[in-house]
């Protein structure tokens, strides 16, 4: 298992920024896609962006596009999403996880290795 670890949440003011780390020890991390996902409470987790293998490709889902970036680095093992702008529905606990299929895929069912998560709250 990869089992990456996810880092960086906190309580800000809507408009601030935050950067979300999602790192592994697992030197196999490299080779997968990366996605990041969200829950809210009383809500399905949900797609928030993912970052190919090569890191050539990124998706992102409509709420958060032109606000986050996904990034990765090698030498660290590392995925980040940069998260600017923030709004009140922003508000979640924050997820990565690793992808083994071939294609680049939106679903939750298609990751795993999931990380315990990291609790991102925005407030007014």
């Known amino acids: 298992q990869v089992q990456p670890v996810e880092s960086g949440g906190g309580l800000v003011q809507a408009g601030a920024s935050l950067r979300l780390s999602c790192t592994s020890s697992?030197?196999?991390?490299?080779?997968?896609?990366v996605g990041w996902f969200r829950q809210a409470p009383g809500k399905e987790r949900e797609f928030v962006a993912t970052v190919s293998h090569g890191g050539g490709i990124t998706e992102y889902a409509d709420s958060v596009k032109g606000r986050f970036t996904i990034s990765r680095d090698y030498a660290k093992s590392s995925v980040y999403l940069q998260m600017a702008n923030l709004e009140l529905d922003d508000t979640a606990v924050y997820y990565c996880?690793?992808?083994?299929?071939?294609?680049?895929?939106?679903?939750?069912?298609?990751?795993?290795?999931w990380g315990q998560g990291t609790q991102v709250t925005v407030f007014s």
């Open positions: 996880a690793i992808s083994r299929h071939y294609d680049l895929t939106y679903a939750v069912h298609d990751y795993e290795d």
């Open positions: 697992a030197r196999m991390f490299n080779r997968y896609h």
